[in-house]
């Protein structure tokens, strides 16, 4: 169990994100499992609340493009993140230019469902929604990786124009953008470090 677990530590551990994509193309099966791992995840009252809206259209992915840059220009030129934020952006070196969206050979489109829809219609509670959607895109995140294929956490907001682009029902609202590919191969991520793990847990044992 320790080689396991130190397996996949190691492997989480070179994870990075990636925002310079080679466009060679992946196997639609490997995003199919990808998305099978997430759909593991443990979520309120097993209601699942999620949907992948999987793209590989160029013309809709081009959309996708225009959408998301609109809104990151007003974010990092319109005024709408503060000084605090662009200065911790800084380092990575970012800005409202997304190539990515189009030259990544997939773009999965996770959705959290509000409420559930009954087969009569009738509106059906979900529950810890966010929480529930969140550890699925953890499993997606590490699945790639798993694969040796890179991805971004890449949310644009806000992020309504994703609904109407991708056709999706008025219950759901996007939760986050996957871009996934293969890294191109002069592709540069910033050098950054993360806490250590005695910085992030406490322990409470018994003498």
């Known amino acids: 169990m320790l080689d396991r677990g130190d397996s996949f530590r190691e ?10 994509f080679a466009s060679d ?11 099978a791992v997430a759909n593991t995840a443990p979520s309120g009252a ?11 259209d160029p013309s809709v992915k081009a959309e996708i493009r225009r959408g998301a840059e ?14 605090e934020w662009l200065e911790a952006l800084a380092p990575l070196g970012t800005d409202w230019r997304k190539p990515f969206l189009e030259i990544a050979p997939w773009l999965v489109v996770v959705f959290k469902q509000i409420h559930a829809v009954g087969k009569d219609g009738a509106k ?5 929604v966010n929480e529930s959607v969140g550890i699925a895109c953890g499993l997606f995140i590490a699945a ?9 956490t890449h949310t644009p907001q806000p992020m309504r124009f994703l609904t109407g682009i991708l056709d999706r029902p008025a219950n759901e ?12 191969p002069d592709c540069e991520v910033p050098e950054i470090s993360k ?6 847990a406490t322990w409470f044992e018994m003498e």
């Open 195 to 200: 806490k250590s793990p005695s910085e992030v």
């Open 70 to 83: 609109a809104e990151e220009r007003e974010f990092y030129e319109g005024g709408r993140a503060t000084e």
């Open 25 to 35: 193309p992946v196997p639609r099966k490997l995003i199919e499992i990808a998305i």
């Open 124 to 128: 059906l509670s979900n529950y810890y």
């Open 11 to 20: 492997l989480m551990a070179r994870r990075r994100s990636v925002r310079e």
């Open 144 to 152: 790639i990786q798993g694969m040796g294929l890179a991805t971004l």
């Open 46 to 56: 097993n209601r699942q609340p999620w949907h992948f809206a999987v793209v590989s």
């Open 173 to 184: 609202r996007p939760y986050i953008l996957f871009p996934v590919g293969y890294p191109h």
